[in-house]
């Protein structure tokens, strides 16, 4: 006679102590009777033991690690990688802020040099200031044809002896080889 699934599904739940009062009497019933209940109970049991015995003889590594790692030590580690970090984001938020001033530096003395070219060292004449805007305003137009304007800064002309400077000029280019060949 072969054991059913229920039954040896209470086989192993009465070795694990897994069954109510009624259902444990019927299955130890059921192991006294059936040889092959017994076989599989004897079998069960000893598989449970092994196991038992191995858990209980393992060595406990686990406070064995955790008895030579103290909190403090996890502190400090902690604090170290805290640190590390912030250092890291303060070294790139001041690598940023440094770029930023040098390149506000750098824009800012353009536009000043623009507007007030520095004084050849050279020339007896001292340079005059412009307090004037520099640019060109140009109002729309409609026109058929591209039109490009062009902003060039005064220079100084001449020779050693003879420098004069002229004043900024204002190219207004009108293409009109688009009127002449149409596309």
Known sequence: MSLEEQQM????????GELDDDARVRTEKL??????????F???????????SV????????S?????????????ARIRRTAR??????????????????????DHDNATHATNPPADSSSAQPALASAAATGVQVDFVDTPTPVSVFYLPAQATGGEAET????????VWVDDSMVANPP
């Open 64 to 76: 064995a690690v955790m008895a030579k790692i103290t909190p403090n030590d996890l502190d400090k």
């Open 164 to 171: 004069k400077d002229q004043p900024p000029t204002t190219v």
């Open 55 to 62: 858990h209980e003889n393992a060595i406990d590594v686990t």
């Open 31 to 40: 192991v006294e009777e059936n040889a092959e209940a017994k076989e599989l």
């Open 85 to 106: 970090i912030r250092m890291g984001v303060v070294s790139a938020a001041l690598v940023a802020l440094a770029a930023g001033v040098m390149f506000y530096v750098r």
């Open 42 to 52: 004897a079998s069960l049991r000893a598989i449970g033991d092994g196991v038992r």
């Open 9 to 16: 599904m209470d086989v192993m739940a009465l070795v694990d």
